[in-house]
């Protein structure tokens, strides 16, 4: 994973192409430029090199949405700030960062004086690692004796998050352990239930349990792994200045970390769009036919099954999926419809699209079907000009680079991050279904001879309710997610929303809608305060997936029904 020559030489490129827009005062193509050749796994020359090209461009000309990150750390993290504010921004976000002092994290967090409280960050970073962690546990110490320190090392962890929420509406982003790779003891730190590795596994899981609503962790011990843990830590850097990991591995600290960030924060992709064709299977379906592709048996046909099923599991976790693809209908639903080892059906896809018009003018009708932004949509094709038109014509649309052996398909899209959860919910597991719902819809819609006979049609029924336990995730997630019919831009954490529902002068309430073709979910959110007998509207956000189906209208209703009873 470290630099290369040609990601050398393509980095400098992007920054000479970034200059010359930039001195066309093409700011957005500029930062598009970087955007296509950053990589995460390049070495830290290249990252720092990325950094100043982008600490040059105008970030408010890129509309990105405005953050503000305290990063709190046991270790010197100073070389991250550059890096990080450039994957925040290719994540969606123009960041401002503030870093705490040297090994001063508990006492930053307990000080109300400190920088951290009047910096007043949306999104505070307690970046530990695990000298931080500080479980201590003796060999030879009983199973109970490890846990009980375990227990003790989260409740400092606990007892920081309680403090943080007492003083700030913010996101608490706090790692885990990440596990080193040497111990005196060595293969039994793994396996003796008195081992380091092995409290240091309980420590991780532990805090993960006692994660809050309003806390992130941030696995850095995958990080380490996926970075490869005998070189994950530098010995000479952490001597000298106290870094904890390799220098090179910035890029991928930083990159990960923005994707969760942007899915915490309501910016994560919610479709992906689909070539089929060398894809989803071998071979070209209109020349080979169903019998004839490349799919379950052979090395080729077991990695294509082996990439459906991580398609599969994704849209089982809420993503959306669309297809799109030069073919003839017939020819291109064949093998969803009788290929025995097609692991995607029809039922699947939310939208499918198989024509012989250029993808990038479906991929928009794709988008307009299902009602969402094309930011929200990432493409895979194994075709390079394909994926280079995209790109070209959709600049909004992430396009994954897929390698030339399938094998390496689901690796690819795994590592691009485009899908990252800071959490999940039912909501989630349920939406790609509403968006295929909605997308049946919109074919309603189009064959209706009035609107008032679709609507009619549609058979709808809403349903109104509080902030509870099961519904807070998905408020959040509305609130921070949707753009339109939201004019005041209100970003609110879980913890913001709970405090709201509990304060005596505000209502917080959700609409749910279902209607014939099933549950659209939880599609709006109003926030109304009150001031004497007056009702004033704060927050009123709503899913575009039903705007102009009349909603607006009941919700108003809703609203004069409690402005009536102030």
Not at 79 to 107: C, K, M, N
Request: hydrophobic share 50%.
């Amino acid at each position: 994973m470290h630099g290369t020559a040609d990601s050398a030489g393509g980095s400098k490129a992007a920054a000479a192409r970034a200059k010359a827009a930039l001195a066309a005062g093409d700011h957005a193509g500029a930062f598009a430029e970087l955007r296509t050749a950053g990589r995460p796994e390049d070495d830290f020359t290249e990252q720092a090199r990325i950094a100043r090209a982008f600490a040059k461009i105008d970030v408010d000309a890129l509309g990105l949405r405005p953050l503000k990150v305290a990063v709190l750390a046991g270790s010197t993290v100073d070389h991250l700030a550059d890096v990080l504010r450039f994957w925040l921004a290719a994540s969606g976000f123009a960041a401002e960062i503030y870093l705490a002092p040297y090994d001063t994290v508990a006492q930053t967090v307990l000080d109300p004086a400190s920088g951290l409280y009047a910096f007043a960050p949306q999104v505070v970073w307690l970046f530990s690692t695990h000298r931080d962690a500080g479980v201590a546990v003796e060999p030879g110490a009983s199973a109970a004796e490890v846990e009980t320190a375990v227990d003790a090392a989260v409740a400092e962890r606990t007892a920081l998050w309680q403090v943080l929420a007492e003083r700030l509406d913010a996101l608490v982003l706090q790692n885990n352990a990440d596990i080193p790779a040497d111990d005196p003891f060595g293969n039994l730190a793994g396996a003796a239930p008195w081992g380091m590795r092995t409290a240091l596994r309980l420590y991780n899981a532990r805090l993960a349990a006692a994660a809050p609503a309003g806390v992130a962790v941030f696995d850095l011990d995958h990080v380490a792994g996926l970075w490869g843990r005998a070189r994950w830590t530098d010995p000479r850097y952490w001597h000298h200045s106290k870094h904890a990991f390799a220098l090179d591995a910035t890029g991928v600290v930083a990159a990960s970390a923005s994707r969760l960030l942007a899915g915490a924060m309501g910016l994560a992709r919610k479709c992906m769009v689909l070539d089929l064709d060398n894809t989803l299977w071998g071979g070209v379906i209109g020349d080979d036919g169903v019998a004839g592709i490349a799919l379950g048996t052979g090395a080729d046909g077991e990695a294509f099954v082996a990439f459906q099923r991580h398609v599969k599991a994704l849209k089982e976790r809420g993503v959306i999926l669309a297809v799109v693809s030069k073919n003839e209908e017939a020819a291109a639903k064949a093998p969803f419809e009788s290929h025995p080892d097609m692991v995607l059906r029809l039922d699947d896809i939310a939208v499918f699209r198989a024509n012989w018009t250029n993808k990038a003018d479906n991929i928009q009708e794709v988008a307009e079907t299902l009602s969402i932004g094309l930011d929200s949509l990432v493409f895979v094709d194994d075709n390079p000009a394909e994926r280079d038109l995209v790109r070209r014509a959709l600049p909004m649309v992430e396009v994954i680079e897929l390698p030339e052996d399938p094998a390496y398909y689901v690796e690819a899209l795994a590592r691009a991050g485009c899908f990252e959860a800071a959490a999940f919910s039912i909501e989630d597991r349920r939406r790609a279904r509403y968006y295929a719902d909605n997308a049946r819809r919109v074919e309603l819609k189009r064959t209706a001879v009035d609107m008032d006979g679709y609507l009619d049609g549609l058979a709808m029924v809403a349903t109104v309710g509080g902030v509870d336990e099961f519904h807070l995730p998905r408020i959040a997630q509305l609130v921070n997610k949707s753009n339109q019919f939201h004019l005041t831009g209100t970003r609110l954490t879980e913890r913001e929303v709970e405090r709201l529902a509990n304060a005596d002068d505000t209502e917080v309430f959700h609409v749910r809608l279902a209607d014939r073709f099933g549950d659209n979910g939880l599609i709006a959110v109003l926030i109304l305060r009150r001031d004497g007998e007056d009702l004033h509207v704060d927050t009123w956000v709503m899913s575009c997936r039903v705007l102009g189906r009349t909603v607006e209208e009941f919700i108003a209703s809703e609203i004069l029904a409690r402005a009536r009873r102030c």
